[in-house]
């Protein structure tokens, strides 16, 4: 489809292991966004690429977590040595960004479901 | 995590009732903008506002970016049941010709009974 794809949709894994969430996002959008929604809370902010720039890390919660994303397109999440607080839904957006004006929209995928048991 | 203040965090109303929720925060934005987000799926923009004191409709949403532009308040009129959902705020500060991340409110769940 035309919409942000993210995968694997639901990932159960053990304590300390090391988890991947993919995002593609929609073709041409150059801002990608990485949030995270824990059970009943709001969404947290992780992580945002814009073009070449680099990127705003200011939300990711630890060093265990980094993200990349290559060739201005697909974004991948990593989680190093999982821990049962890092249980949510991993939601990744992507927007047109550039000039005037700008409606700010961000289009959502349906997220990747992490539960670390 | 960065987050805006939302408020009320649940809503249980009867179809037909008026609904507002509010978001605050203690940075300014230079846009509002308001979401929506049902069962296991991502959000989904409803309004965005990008002038202190702008009110906007959408149908029966009407939603104000506040004076000082460090608020925002989000209304719908006569409920029906799939406006259940949660709803958030976020707001945005851009500059030049780039935007910069949106902040997300903690968000607003409405359950609505027939």
């Known amino acids: 489809g035309a919409g942000v794809s993210q995968s694997p949709s639901n990932k159960v894994t053990e304590k300390g292991k090391d988890v991947e969430l993919r995002c593609d996002p929609i073709?041409?959008?150059?801002?990608l966004y990485w949030y995270r929604q824990s059970l009943g809370q709001g969404l947290e902010f992780l992580i945002y690429?814009?073009?070449?720039?680099?990127?705003?890390k200011s939300g990711l919660p630890s060093d265990r977590f980094s993200a990349e994303r290559t060739g201005g397109s697909v974004s991948t999440l990593t989680i190093q040595r999982t821990q049962q607080e890092d249980s949510a839904v991993y939601l990744c957006?992507?927007?047109?960004?550039?000039?005037?004006?700008?409606?700010?929209?961000?289009?959502f995928g349906e997220g990747s479901r992490l539960t670390v048991l | 995590g960065q987050q805006l203040n939302q408020s009320p965090q649940s809503m249980f109303i009867q179809e037909g009732e008026d609904v507002s929720m509010n978001c605050t925060s203690s940075?300014?934005?230079?846009?509002w903008l308001w979401y929506k987000q049902d069962p296991g799926e991502g959000p989904v923009l409803l309004i965005a506002?990008?002038?202190?004191?702008e009110l906007t409709s959408n149908g029966r949403l009407t939603a104000q970016f506040g004076i000082t532009r460090k608020d925002s308040f989000l209304n719908i009129s006569a409920s029906i049941p799939s406006d259940v959902g949660i709803y958030f705020c976020?707001?945005?500060?851009?500059?030049?010709?780039?935007?910069?991340?949106?902040?997300f409110g903690t968000g607003t769940l409405l359950a609505v009974q027939p």
């Open positions: 957006a992507s927007s047109l960004t550039g000039g005037l004006p700008n409606t700010g929209e961000l289009f």
């Open positions: 073709s041409g959008h150059t801002a």
């Open positions: 690429f814009q073009g070449n720039s680099a990127p705003d």
């Open positions: 940075s300014i934005f230079n846009t």
């Open positions: 506002l990008y002038k202190a004191g």
């Open positions: 976020a707001g945005q500060l851009w500059y030049g010709g780039a935007t910069n991340k949106l902040i």
